[in-house]
């Protein structure tokens, strides 16, 4: 289980984070920013909550997320195509 607590990150967010980290279920436009290294489009794609969470978010993602599921494009798009739960699936359940 991921720990935010010591971060003020919304719920929305933790919730999208943790699906990406532990099942590399693909993010919004904000947080593959984020995630990308991306300041400028985070910044102009951030909600009305993310956006004074911005910093927060971004420690807890330099601390926290796995190596390999940030810090450029190419990573978090390989996070997602080649993240582990998704090769314990069987047929029966992509949907």
């Known amino acids: 289980m991921l720990d935010f607590s010591d971060y003020h990150i919304p719920n929305h967010t933790q919730t999208a984070l943790t699906d990406y980290i532990e099942r590399g279920i ?9 995630l990308s290294n991306n300041l400028v489009d985070a910044v102009n794609k951030a909600d009305s ?13 330099s601390t926290q997320a796995p190596t390999g599921s ?9 996070w997602i195509q080649e993240h582990p739960a998704k090769k314990t699936r069987g047929p029966k359940d992509i949907v």
Do not use: C, M, S, Y
């Open 70 to 78: 940030w810090g450029a494009e190419a990573l978090v798009l390989r």
């Open 49 to 61: 909550q993310n956006l004074p969470a911005l910093k927060d978010i971004t420690n807890w993602v």
């Open 26 to 34: 693909p993010v919004g436009g904000f947080l593959h920013a984020v």
